[in-house]
């Protein structure tokens, strides 16, 4: 909630209920004079990140940002949604909008389809009227939201996929899921198509076939939304509020809302690979109040 703002700050009130972007920049070095600003020299993230980036004060029930960065949080969902849905949309905007420059009539895979950054992918390739096919580790995932989901631990995976799209392959995979499933991604994407990373929790090397890798001119995407300046940030969560406010698109599933004080067990609950989103409330949980 917007409280107070220095004597420049114009078009917000007290009460406003805003979002922001969480990348800071100094707006003098050779980066940012040169519009670069995401390579700035100075950049910070306010919250969790490296030591070398970080700006404290994130989880504090009071917090100063850059005007710029603000954007108005959409009216359709509550605080808890808004704050599990900013960094996976923006995330999955950039992955299938921007890179893979995703279009009508293509078919996508979204590899963890399930997750944060997947489940915002999902209907973001939905609404750019895409097929969508998603492979998760559960066996008991069903199609919700995607046209068809598969098991990743499937040995006829790979074969099922090229054998669905004519036998081409599909135009675009994005690989929410690292190393383990990097080769696999590579092997199911048709001439020209376009593969994108956002992470990788199951390890930092990769083996693929440079061959067929060149004869099939696929394309390699890596993105990491922390480069994007908030001024980019912002813009995209300006459009995906939109979705929200249309019906366009559904926050997350939210697995847990905790008080700010265990904000330790909700990092270690994190940590073990649970499904869902958990948030943390600045707000006393037993009052029942999301705003
Ligand atoms: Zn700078």
Redesign the pocket.
Known sequence: MFELAGADVRGYKRGDRVTFDSTV?????G??RRGE?NL????QVIGVSCGEYRRNGAFAEYISVPRISLVRKPQSLSHEQAGSAGVTFVTAWCAVSEYAALKAGETIVVIGSKGGVGHAAVQIAKHLGAFVIGINRSRDDEAILEDLVLNSSDPKLPELLRSMNAGKGVDVVLNTAGGSMFEIGLTLLAHQGRQVEITSPTGRKANFDLVDFYHNESRLFGLDTLKRDLVASARILEKVAEGFATGTYQPHKIDQVLPLEEARQAYEHVSTGHGGRVVLSMIPIQSGGTE
């Open positions: 920049y100094c707006g003098k070095c980066y940012c600003v700035c020299d100075n950049r």
